[in-house]
């Protein structure tokens, strides 16, 4: 079975063969299936873009193979650069990417690349628009007179045009003010929904992961620490805390809860549902 | 890859020539890179080469960093080295052939000239290797002072040298950066010919030119915000004093250079 994204034992070093050698990846084996929603998490410096830098062959592993679609990246050019296409990789900060005199030509510059037909890309120029929720007369407006969440979807649709078969966003939500945070992250899950497509969200943030994703990859110190759904993740709350990790605030309040021998689920990633249960329970005491 | 570029190779140490007064340094170093050229024969040339062995010693920093600073001028070493061994004629012929030849006179150009550029870049890289940038800009504004006079604005022309050798790394940072995003979006930077490849760079060198507009204000925002007015009534943390060891320091460079022009004197010229 082919996965669009499998790592066999990848390790990655920093300036190898120098005293200054540090490893960023340790052995890493990793396989995420079609149309999964896979979020990582970890610490600064737990590894995570050092490992989404993998995906599309931006970074050679030192030790071990990338195999992206079924096709081992180190075996020719042709399938390194049609990686680039097949793994759409947002980094962090994208807006910082944008160039072009107006939104529309910066969008088109993915699909430009990939040699595709004018129609072709005006296509797929609105449709990504669109996505990102940005208004038709934006488009032809410059990128840099954009305020800074539409610069933002700007530069995520530039991603989403070349309409990767996987799409990998490296802290999309950072720096922005909780609504642009909630509408960029409702947005990600609703692009899974409709395209079907492969998402992977790197965060720090526990809060982001919970409410979108339906597997959660921990990174600590360059190996996976924990690989599992939101709840199997999240039910290890003290080896998350020895990682510098923590799980969502209200879901430790609810854990605290449960120690004072209220009965309440432990399963509460989200404050909107924390809200309602706790309503729920003063509620039913006052009857 | 760009990372690799050193930048400011301050080699971080406790020696005689890292506790000198950086104003001092800079002089003297200006003043033995002059000496160099005052040499005009193998005796005087191995003083100044003694003299420039004996600062690497007392610097403490290793002879494979300096080496290390040699590498860069190799190309322009071997250029001079054949330019002066085939164009320079007089004395006996050593070779010939067609409308080639090589001379003695050809031979000890060559070899001088090559010996005093090698002298030249290792003392001017001890000057950057036991002194930080902002050192250096320090007592570049020190010597400058003198200016003020003039309506020269000294400070602000250090501050900018300080500011532009501070985002060095910055900037290359944020080069990598943004090449990496481009390339995600499948820019081809690698291939193509000259024109394809100066049209590659549109992508990455105009996001780099906003970025740095925008470091730009915020910096200078940020230093407004710390009631920054420019050099007037500033005061500094480090002072620089002279003491006893720059002192000696000059009289060595000195009599160096004294002994330069006493060997010059004595024996023959050769450039």
């Given at each position: 079975m082919t996965y669009p994204i499998e790592l066999r034992n990848v390790s990655y070093y920093y300036s190898p063969g120098t005293p200054l050698q540090v490893a960023a990846l340790k052995n890493i084996n990793l396989k995420i299936g079609e149309g999964e929603l896979a979020g990582i998490i970890g610490h600064t410096g737990?590894?995570?873009?050092?490992?989404?830098?993998?995906?599309?062959?931006?970074?050679?592993?030192?030790?071990?193979?990338v195999i992206i679609d079924g096709e081992d990246l180190a075996k020719d050019k042709e399938t390194l650069r049609a990686a680039r296409f097949k793994v759409g990789l947002c980094f962090q900060y994208p807006e910082a990417q944008l160039f072009e005199e107006t939104v529309a030509r910066d969008i088109a510059f993915g699909p430009k690349n990939m040699k595709l037909s004018d129609e072709e890309i005006n296509e797929r120029v609105k449709k990504a628009a669109e996505f990102v929720g940005l208004k038709p007369e934006l488009l032809e407006k410059s990128p840099f007179d954009l305020s800074g969440g539409e610069k933002r979807r700007a530069a995520i649709a530039g991603v989403m045009a070349m309409e990767p078969k996987v799409l990998v966003l490296d802290e999309p939500a950072a720096g922005l003010d909780p609504g642009g945070k909630n509408e960029i992250l409702s947005m990600i899950s609703e692009y899974k929904k409709r395209t079907g497509c492969t998402v992977v969200l790197v965060s720090h943030?526990?809060?982001?992961?919970?409410?979108?994703?339906?597997?959660?990859?921990?990174?600590n110190a360059g190996t996976i620490a924990m690989d599992g759904t939101v709840d199997e993740v999240f039910s290890h709350s003290a080896e998350l805390r020895s990682m510098g990790l923590?799980?969502?605030?209200?879901?430790?309040i609810f854990i605290r809860l449960r120690e004072l021998g209220y009965d309440v689920p432990a399963d509460v990633y989200s404050v909107e549902k924390g809200a309602q249960i706790l309503r729920e329970m003063i509620r039913r005491r006052s009857v | 890859m760009v990372r690799d570029i050193t930048f400011g190779q301050y080699y971080a140490g406790k020696s005689l020539l890292h506790r000198m007064d950086p104003r001092m340094k800079l002089i003297l170093t200006f003043g033995m890179i002059v000496a160099i050229f005052i040499c005009h024969n193998f005796y005087s040339l191995a003083l100044m080469a003694l003299f420039a062995a004996a600062a690497v010693v007392f610097s403490g920093v290793p002879a494979k960093m300096i080496l290390k600073s040699i590498k860069p001028v190799m190309v322009i070493l071997a250029f001079t080295a054949i330019l002066n061994i085939f164009y320079t004629k007089g004395g006996e012929t050593y070779f010939e052939w067609w409308k080639i030849s090589v001379t003695e006179k050809g031979v000890n150009t060559a070899l001088f000239t090559v010996i005093r550029i090698i002298v030249?870049?290792?003392?001017?890289?001890?000057?950057?290797?036991?002194t930080t940038p902002t050192m250096l800009t320090d007592a570049i504004e020190r010597l400058?002072?003198?200016?003020?006079i003039f309506h020269v604005k000294v400070h602000t022309l250090a501050m900018m040298m300080t500011l532009a050798l501070r985002f060095i790394p910055t900037l290359i940072e944020e080069i990598e950066r943004i090449m990496n995003a481009q390339k995600a979006r499948g820019a081809d930077l690698e291939s193509g010919g000259l024109i394809h490849r100066a049209k590659a760079l549109v992508p990455i060198f105009i996001p780099l030119m906003v970025s740095s507009f925008r470091r730009a204000y915020e910096l200078a925002f940020a230093m407004t915000c710390r009631c920054y007015t420019g050099g007037n009534g500033r005061t500094r943390m480090k002072q620089m004093k002279l003491h006893a060891r720059d002192f000696i320091t000059l009289f060595v460079c000195l009599a160096v250079v004294a002994g330069i022009i006493v060997l010059n004197h004595f024996f023959t010229r050769i450039i």
């Open positions: 737990s590894g995570k873009s050092t490992l989404i830098s993998h995906f599309n062959g931006l970074l050679r592993p030192v030790e071990g193979s943030s526990m809060e982001d992961i919970a409410s979108v994703a339906d597997r959660v990859i921990v990174m923590n799980v969502p605030e209200i879901t430790r | 030249l870049v290792v003392i001017s890289s001890l000057l950057t290797y036991t400058l002072s003198p200016l003020k």
